[in-house]
């Protein structure tokens, strides 16, 4: 880092004459002579400047990595390529995530599908939903027709039939009674082979079988199964027209839940996707190349550097006792070692808030952001930067070495009068100064001092004589 000064800046705006001119004067008593040094009031623009150096960095500068893991397969670029922002600079091979991509793709458009048909449903489904409701409400009501058709007549089919044969039984029952009434039988003891014994035990069997067959038939009428089955297909059928036409904000909500997993599961592999490239964030230009095709595209060497060459700034250290002069906005020209023929403008961008310190030293860093230019700058060449502090325009200026002091404190200038050649005192009190030019004003009461005058820079010549042989400036001769 240059060491840090503040100086004058000037920037002549009116310059009339020449600065130095160089007289003899020789007296016509001896023949010795001496040389007085001159210099010239001009008007000029004189600005109070500080003075730093840094160096060259661009607008953006960003180290880039793939963010997956995989083999190299492609790489786009070489060290000084330029890019356009987007521009693919280097590949990893994607062949298997290709195809998750393409699987995750049909798996979100299968559940856009279904949650379009759950918001909207299809109107063919619609109308085979109410074709089926139609259908299981006539199923039922003649369900139920059957059953109360069928039922009444098959218990009294087998009830009356019941009837008959009890009257059967009964006959046989008093038959037997009748004959084991008879004294006879009860004598020989003939009932166990008699006929009525016979006919009876054959009543009976029809009786109990009759009995057995009514009580099953009522109990068949009784179970309305095949009413039930019926009954809960149409319940069913309504349920699937109604969950076509009014989905439930559950199943609404499903429905939502099921397509952003699809399209969170789509959207993650498109992302693994294009983390195997590198991409340019911006426009610029190519500053390293790591990865390699064939190797591994997942470490941190597989790197590629890229800078953003459109603008340029320059981050310069202010010592603490000049940074209260800087202000964001302020101009700045800067010089460069390794150019020496060029010079860019710039502006103060930013002030760090907070300094650092070095070697018990405390400094600013001050950025400047340099104007578009066609120089040739590159990264990290060294600047060297002027801030310009304050600026007075067309001020009168005399060289600083024709400023002399007097007893009192104050200040003057030799003038050289034209018609005689001798020095005349002006009183002047002196603004900015870079040791060249040093900006004067007249002290009022004190003589005049105008553009073009000469005043001397060295003391005047002692002559000893009273007649001069003249003035010779820049090899013109004036006075006789």
């Not at 670029?77 to 995530?97: I, P």
């Not at 809960?232 to 199943?251: G, I």
């Not at 953003?308 to 302020?330: C, F, M, N, P």
Request: glycine share 6%.
């Amino acid at each position: 880092m240059k060491k840090k000064r503040i100086f004058i800046l000037l920037v002549v705006v009116v310059l009339v004459g020449a600065g130095i001119a160089f007289a003899a004067t020789r007296s016509s008593a001896t023949t010795a002579t001496t040389q007085t040094q001159l210099g010239q009031v001009t008007q000029a623009t004189l600005s109070s400047v500080v003075e730093s150096s840094g160096s060259v960095s661009p607008e953006a500068s960003v180290t880039l990595a793939f963010g997956a893991s995989g083999t190299v397969s492609k790489v786009n670029v070489q060290v000084g390529a330029r890019v356009k922002k987007g521009d693919v600079l280097a590949e990893l091979d994607t062949t298997d995530l290709e195809l998750e991509v393409a699987q995750a793709e049909q798996s979100y458009l299968s559940q856009q599908a279904s949650y379009s048909m759950t918001v909207n449903p299809d109107p063919a489904a619609v109308t085979s939903a109410q074709i089926a409701l139609n259908n299981a409400s006539a199923a039922y009501k003649l369900a139920q027709q059957k059953y109360a058709v069928n039922s009444t007549d098959q218990v009294l089919l087998s009830c009356n039939n019941l009837d008959n044969v009890k009257k059967t039984y009964d006959d046989a029952v008093t038959a037997a009674n009748n004959y084991l009434s008879d004294w006879r039988v009860q004598v020989n003891g003939t009932y166990e082979v008699s006929p009525q014994k016979s006919q009876l035990a054959r009543a009976k069997a029809a009786y109990d079988q009759a009995l057995i067959t009514c009580n099953m038939t009522k109990q068949s009428a009784a179970d309305n199964s095949s009413v039930q089955s019926a009954y809960s297909t149409l319940v069913q059928a309504e349920a699937n027209l109604d969950t076509l036409l009014n989905p439930s904000e559950r199943t609404l909500a499903t429905a939502k839940t099921q397509i952003d997993q699809a399209q969170s599961s789509l959207q993650a592999v498109q992302d693994q996707l294009e983390n195997a490239k590198i991409i340019a964030p911006f426009d610029g230009v190519v500053t390293a190349v790591n990865p390699v095709v064939g190797g591994p595209g997942g470490t941190t060497d597989a790197t590629i550097e890229l800078a953003d060459t459109s603008r340029y700034h320059v981050d310069i250290l202010i010592d603490e006792t000049e940074i209260a002069q800087l202000k964001v906005g302020q101009k700045a020209s800067l010089t460069f070692d390794a150019l020496s023929d060029v010079k860019v403008t710039g502006v103060v961008a930013r002030i760090n808030p907070a300094g650092t310190v070095s070697n018990g030293v405390v400094n600013y860093s001050v950025r400047i952001t340099l104007d578009p230019t066609k120089a040739a700058l590159r990264t990290d060449m060294t600047a060297n930067a002027t801030v310009t502090i304050d600026t007075h325009a067309n001020v009168l200026a005399v060289p600083g070495g024709a400023i002399r002091s007097d007893k009192q404190g104050g200040y003057y200038v030799n003038v050289v009068d034209a018609s005689s050649g001798t020095a005349k005192q002006v009183t002047v009190t002196t603004g900015y100064t870079n040791g060249d030019l040093t900006e004067v004003a007249v002290k009022e009461g004190s003589g005049d001092l105008q553009v073009g005058q000469q005043v001397y820079i060295s003391e005047p010549a002692t002559t000893t004589t009273t007649q001069q042989r003249g003035l010779n400036l820049f090899g013109l001769r004036i006075g006789g």
